[in-house]
């Protein structure tokens, strides 16, 4: 009889191998032998170096940037894998990529969001697992069960071991209210609404705000921080309302363009992330705080496995 390690096995992109090395580390295991390599005109090889015949396998790789490259190094990956005559293929997606295209915003407009659900699919993956999706309804987007979890846990724990007096959590705009009345019910703490236009694409203005911010500890909480123009924004005017110090967190930390150089000179005390996405060595923001989802995805991805229930961890 096959032992538990034998049969699950979790095989790695380029995207953040450190992740899976993690993963691996908390689920008491090796990563597959193999690589994923580049032939001179860029194409995309993957190796596999050992037998995947009957087994569980978990391919981790978020789909950041370069997220075209990550994306498809994800679907090479699933195949080779279904070829392999791997028994169940989970696609391990901490953030998915394009899941801001989930609607048609104007005539003519792709929904890739789905696009690319369709693509991991038809790929031979069985299921997905992902964080903090932008829009929760990408899960509808799967013909394939799709676990989502979610990381305010991580964060609310991080809070709570930090004894601040006198919190408020905030949303930076209307779309996020859900999450964080969720996330300031479970803390007991209020909450405020950032009212904001997005005149064009990267680009906030904020408006309003909703709420009592003065002389508070405010905990701004988004899903993405992308170029950071709204957590800066919004910092600023919490700032400018009497907040006393200001704690902006993001799930996902993409951290494109002018994001490092708009942090720096933010009002923002500390930036607080997880490590869904891979962050470069240049990132090197002195109030950057880092916190694992290796735990939660290791125990879901067990939970998965064994056949037992995931949604103990939503």
């Known amino acids: 009889m096959s032992t538990y390690s034998e049969q699950l096995k979790i095989f790695s992109g380029n995207a953040h191998p450190k992740l899976a090395n993690d993963l691996c580390a908390y689920l008491g295991t090796e990563p597959v032998n193999g690589k994923v390599t580049r032939f001179s005109d860029g194409e995309i090889g993957v190796q596999i170096e050992e037998t995947v ?24 990956i699933i195949d080779a894998l279904r070829r392999a005559s791997a ?22 407009d792709p929904i890739t969001a789905k696009l690319v659900a369709n693509l991991i699919a038809k790929a031979g993956a069985r299921r997905l697992l992902s964080l ?3 829009a929760p309804q990408i899960q509808g987007f799967f013909d394939i069960p799709v676990d989502h979890l979610y990381a305010a846990p991580i964060m609310m724990d991080y809070f709570k071991n930090k004894n601040l007096e006198n919190m408020i959590a905030v949303a930076p705009d209307v779309g996020s209210v859900k999450r964080v009345r969720s996330f300031a ?27 009592e911010v003065d002389k508070k500890d405010v905990i701004l909480l988004d899903d993405i921080i992308d170029t950071a123009g709204t957590i800066t924004e919004a910092a600023r005017v919490l700032k400018e309302k009497g907040a006393r110090d200001v704690y902006a967190c993001g799930t996902h930390a993409l951290f494109s363009g002018p994001a490092v150089e708009r942090l720096k000179n933010s009002p923002i005390n500390k930036i607080v992330i997880t490590n869904t996405i891979s962050q470069p060595d240049e990132t090197a923001l ?11 995805v290791g125990e879901a991805i067990d939970r998965i496995f064994k056949d037992l229930s995931v949604s103990v961890l939503f």
């Open 53 to 76: 015949r009957g087994a569980d396998v978990f391919v981790v790789q978020p789909t950041s940037p370069p997220v075209n490259d990550n994306l498809m190094e994800l679907l090479v």
């Open 286 to 296: 002195d109030n950057l705080e880092v916190l694992s989802v290796a735990p939660l």
């Open 87 to 108: 028994r169940r293929i989970t696609a391990v997606v901490p953030y998915y990529g394009y899941a801001r295209q989930d609607r048609k915003a104007r005539p003519r």
């Open 185 to 211: 019910e479970s803390l007991n703490i209020p909450m405020a609404i950032i009212d904001k236009r997005r005149p064009k694409p990267n680009v906030a203005e904020v408006m309003n705000i909703i709420g």
């Open 132 to 134: 903090d999706l932008h």
